[in-house]
Every structure is written in structure tokens, then in C-alpha cells.
């Protein structure tokens, strides 16, 4: 792990191998071997490593809790929530637990855990991290059986003590994205590294639970394409850069050296001489969308869109633990989504034809003509094989792991007309914020 933190992840991935050549050992080297080999992103061998754990302390919780998060990461829900189940009867109280498998898959009459979830949210002297797991994961059970108001109920309390314990302000975000708008008025600041091919990078980009995981699985089902997942390649680059000089870091951003960015930017993203094109699938790129046109010129961007109710639902009901934190209030989910809004909007104006917009409700719909006009703005020959997007085998770290090894789905268009007699007021405190909901009338 310390060769991993100092950039030297061959040198890490070698100590593997040789200590992997020793006679066997205890359950807890195999243990810390499987959290290096994650960290690298081997989680086949993760997998490998927390089994033989597993094998040699089966009386150890957490053990069964990172497997099953492999076994989801690789597919292998079945493995995923019997790692679960083994992990629960050790140990009640691994909470994450039950949450993870809860959205394994979708609960049905004849297998749920309803019972077992509202009888621990009754444990006397419960913590409030553990009722927020536990909230959300009642919710989503519920909300697999069709019992709506019980499902709001609990989705509602636990969001709303997850937000007690957040310090989070809505005006620091307006001003952040008002800002990014002031000094990225334009990207007319090109200037393309010449060892850079910027034409190999993709980003798709767009709100969380908006579609972005299921466009990166039909992309990544087209030869000649990699992911490198929900990195922070590009800010991390953009943003060190911006660290020191004077005016904000939004002034400073605006003003680095872009043929340096996009140096530096290749060399984290991985680029090779292979040509594979190289998809970055981090939803929140949609802050530096005038940096990566500065910085890249020739780069695909991929803009996922879904209805306000829908998207902003769909984030509300997901538990994404420090990250979002607008995500668990109504009002402070209307006020972000309407400077995001706005974001967009600027980055339409400005990017023009150059930023590809994918609406979710369309790809779900009618997906071979949408998904195959995303490829060809890509460059990438299309395939009707890609939107097998259950076959497709590649890992999968994000909240839809589990929802993307099925087949292409319709049934979350809408999914907040379920919940109409709970969502008045998200729905008027978007219309307060300039964002139109005409269709909760």
C-alpha cells in the first residue's frame, strides 16, 4: 500500500506476486494483499485473495463484506449476496451490508428482507449511521414490492438524518458553478499539445443516476474502447495546476497552460500508442467542460440528461455517503439542479454541436438509434451486440453495478409518478428556482 500511495504500482504489484509464492499464511495478510490488489483495480484477484481470507478465518465479517463487493463489482451478484448473508449472520450490526444487498437485485414477495430490516431499525440505542443504511435500504426493498408510501417514509427519515450530520450549503455551489460560467466564456484558448491526441479521450458527463454508467456499458461493448471509470483524472490535473497565483482558483483555472493539462492529463488517463479510444465516466467533468475544450480540443463529450422529478428523485433515494451532499433535501436538491441547469445551458451556447446530448428517457426507449448516433459521435463503428449491456463483462465500481448486468430497462422513466402524493414539494421548490415540472400536474 505504501509502494500504491507513492505511485509505484508495478513495484506493488510485484510484492503481490512474490508473496503470493510463500507458503500460506494468515487469513489477515491475505486480507490486507486483497486491499492492494483493489486499490490497483485487480479485482479478480481481490476476489481470489478475500475467498482464501475467508477460507482460513470464516468467522471474520469483514472479510465476507469486501468479497461480496467484489463479487458485485465482477457480476457475480448470486456470490455477492450470499457473501452478504454470511456476513449478517456473523456480525447484525454491518450495516453496509445490508444495504449492498439490497441493491444486488430486485427483491421480490418470495425473497426479500423486510422483516429482518424493520426489526433491526427497532434495536434499541441504534446509531444514526446505522439507521441511514438501514432507512435506505428498507426504501429500496419496499420500493422493488410496490409499497410506495412505506418505501418514502423511509427514504425520507434516513436522508433526513444523513443531512443532520452534513455541514452542506447550497449558495457555495451556486456561487461555484455562477463562477465557472464567468471566467469559461468562451474556449477559444486552444492549444493542442502536439504529442497529445485529444480525439482518443470520451467524457460522459451529467447528474448522478442520470444514465451515465448504462451509455459508458454499450460504449465499452464497441471494440476499441477502455474505461478508465469514475476517476478524477481531469480535475485532479486541471486543479494542480490552478493551486497557487492570484485571483480565485476559478481565475487561475481559466489561465493555466493548456498544452501542459493536456500533457498531464494523458499521462493519468493512461494513454498509450494503441489508439484505444479512452472513456472518462465521471459524472460531476460537467464543472470543467470549458477546460477539457481548452485542454483537448478534438475530445468527445457525452451529456446525459434525464426529466428534473426523475433525476433529482433518483438521487434523492440514493444514499452516496459524503459525496453530493445537495442530494438529501428538497430544497437544496431544486436550488443544485437549477445551477446546474444553468451550467448546461452555458456550456451549450458554447460548445455547440460539440457537446452530444443523450436523453436517458430516448436511449431506454428506442436505445439502437440513440445509443448507435453516441457511438458515431465517438468515431466508433456501431454494433447492435453493445446494448447487450448484461453480457457486457467489464468491472463495474459504481451505484448502478448491480442494475447494469441486466438487460436494457424502462421501468425507472417516470418512476417518480410512484411517489406523486410525497413529491409536492420538490416539485414546487423547483418551480421556485426557475426549473418547469408541468408534468406533476
Not at 416 to 439: Q, S
Request: hydrophobic fraction near 40%.
Amino acid at each position: 500500500m505504501i509502494l500504491l500511495r507513492l505511485g509505484r504500482a508495478p513495484e506493488a504489484e510485484a510484492m503481490i506476486d512474490s508473496a503470493l509464492q510463500l507458503p500460506a499464511g494468515p487469513a489477515e495478510a491475505y486480507g490486507a494483499l486483497a486491499q492492494t490488489a483493489r486499490a490497483l483495480g485487480q479485482y479478480e484477484r481481490a476476489r481470489d485473495l478475500y475467498l482464501r481470507a475467508t477460507e482460513r478465518n470464516a468467522a471474520m465479517p469483514l472479510y465476507w463484506h469486501q468479497l461480496a463487493s467484489c463479487e458485485r463489482a465482477l457480476g457475480r451478484l448470486d456470490a455477492a449476496e450470499e457473501a452478504c448473508n454470511r456476513c449478517i449472520a456473523l456480525d447484525p450490526r454491518q450495516y453496509p451490508c445490508y444495504l449492498l444487498r439490497a441493491e444486488l437485485r430486485v427483491q421480490t414477495e418470495a425473497n426479500h428482507h423486510v422483516e429482518q430490516l424493520r426489526r433491526e431499525l427497532t434495536r434499541p440505542g441504534i446509531a444514526d449511521a446505522a439507521r441511514v443504511l438501514l432507512g435506505y435500504a428498507l426504501g429500496k426493498e419496499l420500493d422493488d414490492l410496490g409499497l410506495y408510501d412505506e418505501a418514502f417514509e423511509n427514504f425520507a427519515r434516513a436522508a433526513s438524518i444523513h443531512r443532520r450530520h452534513l455541514s452542506y450549503d447550497a449558495a457555495i455551489d451556486e456561487h461555484k458553478l455562477r463562477r465557472i460560467t464567468e471566467v469559461f466564456r468562451d474556449t477559444d484558448r486552444q492549444a493542442a499539445a502536439p504529442e497529445v491526441d485529444s480525439g482518443r479521450f470520451v467524457f460522459i458527463v451529467g447528474l448522478p443516476r442520470s444514465g451515465t454508467t448504462l451509455v459508458e456499458r454499450i460504449l465499452t461493448g464497441l471494440p476499441g474502447t477502455r474505461s478508465n471509470g469514475e476517476t478524477d483524472n481531469f480535475a485532479r490535473t486541471l486543479l494542480s495546476a490552478a493551486s497557487s497565483g492570484g485571483g480565485d482558483v476559478f481565475a487561475r483555472a481559466a489561465a493555466v497552460d493548456w498544452r501542459q493539462i493536456a500533457a498531464d492529463y494523458a499521462r493519468c488517463a493512461g494513454a498509450d500508442g494503441s489508439g484505444t479510444l479512452i472513456i472518462e465516466k465521471q459524472p460531476m467533468n460537467y464543472l470543467y467542460l470549458g477546460a477539457i475544450r481548452r485542454a483537448l480540443p478534438q475530445a468527445r463529450i457525452l451529456l446525459v440528461s434525464r426529466s428534473p422529478l426523475d433525476s433529482c428523485f433518483a438521487m434523492y433515494r440514493t444514499l452516496f455517503g459524503e459525496a453530493y451532499q445537495f442530494s438529501y433535501d428538497f430544497e437544496d436538491l431544486a436550488r443544485y439542479y437549477a445551477a446546474y441547469a444553468r451550467l448546461i445551458e452555458h456550456w451549450r451556447c458554447i460548445l455547440g454541436e460539440s457537446l452530444h446530448e443523450i436523453h436517458y428517457e430516448q436511449l431506454v426507449n428506442d436505445p439502437e438509434p440513440v445509443a448507435a448516433a453516441a457511438a458515431a459521435a465517438c468515431a466508433l463503428p456501431w454494433r447492435d451486440s453493445a446494448l447487450a449491456v448484461d453480457q457486457n463483462r467489464e468491472i463495474c465500481l459504481t451505484q448502478s453495478a448491480a442494475q447494469v448486468r441486466r438487460p436494457i430497462y424502462r421501468s425507472s422513466v417516470d418512476r417518480w409518478r410512484h411517489y406523486h402524493a410525497h413529491l409536492g414539494p420538490l416539485a414546487r421548490a423547483l418551480r421556485r428556482c426557475g426549473v418547469p415540472t408541468p408534468e406533476f400536474e
